[in-house]
């Protein structure tokens, strides 16, 4: 596609309850990042994808937090047992490749958990 | 680790005049990236500008330059002729080169820039 793009846009689900946040990056981008970014702040990194492969999950806060890329293209983060502090706008970009090329943001997912 | 710091949460300028948004970091790599993103209410990150920190001369994109200053670590964003259009939420943020987390990008808090008629 033309850039980025991120659905739903906007989900809403009850404390306790399973999600799911959807990234479609630009073709042949190989490099895909998820940030999370809570009201008020910058963004803060979780996830980086090489291809298929997680080659830096350091940024997930814990096991209840899980994404994947299963053929190196789509991307889908997991958020399990929502808490009310999961609640932010969760956003994807994508680039090239792993150096210091571009990386081109979606319009992002804000996730509200009540 | 890196921190980044932006000291001014808001500021407010009228069309037509230039506005300095400041940005500070702290990192003991010596070979990074610096970027200016702009956030406006859509959500999407868009690219303003980037330095290299190996490079002595300041970056410009049009209407948009930087300050860097290594040896202080400072690195402020200058818009000339600011533009309705540039009301917007502008983060600063900061890329090792080297392998080990050279692919995270570490955000500022942001400044909302608010541009008015």
């Known amino acids: 596609g033309a850039g980025v793009s991120q659905t739903p846009s906007n989900k809403v689900t009850e404390k306790g309850k399973y999600v799911e946040l959807r990234c479609d990056p630009i073709?042949?981008?190989?490099?895909l990042y998820w940030y999370r970014q809570s009201l008020g702040q910058g963004p803060e990194f979780l996830i980086y994808?090489?291809?298929?492969?997680?080659?830096?999950d350091s940024g997930l806060p814990n096991d209840r937090f899980f994404a994947v890329r299963p053929e190196g293209s789509v991307s889908t983060l997991k958020i399990q047992r929502t808490e009310r502090g999961d609640s932010a706008v969760y956003l994807c970009?994508?680039?090239?490749?792993?150096?210091?090329?571009?990386?081109?943001f979606g319009q992002g997912t804000r996730l509200t958990v009540v | 680790a890196q921190t980044v710091t932006q000291s001014q949460p808001e500021m407010s300028v009228q069309e037509a005049e230039t506005v300095t948004l400041s940005c500070t970091y702290d990192?003991?790599?010596?070979?990074?990236?610096l970027f200016w993103y702009k956030q406006p209410p859509s959500r999407q990150m868009i690219l303003v500008i980037r330095?290299?920190?190996?490079?002595?001369q300041n970056a410009t994109e049009n209407r948009f330059s930087v300050n860097f200053q290594k040896a202080a670590k400072s690195f402020s964003l200058k818009i000339s002729d600011s533009q309705l259009g540039d009301t917007a939420m502008y983060f600063c943020?900061?890329?090792?080169?080297?392998?080990?987390?050279?692919?995270?990008?570490?955000f500022g808090q942001g400044t909302r820039l608010t541009i008015n008629p």
């Open positions: 970009a994508s680039s090239l490749g792993g150096g210091v090329t571009e990386a081109f």
């Open positions: 073709s042949g981008h190989t490099a």
């Open positions: 994808f090489q291809g298929t492969g997680a080659a830096d």
């Open positions: 990192t003991s790599e010596s070979n990074y990236y």
């Open positions: 330095q290299e920190a190996y490079k002595q």
């Open positions: 943020a900061f890329r090792p080169t080297r392998i080990q987390g050279a692919q995270k990008l570490v």
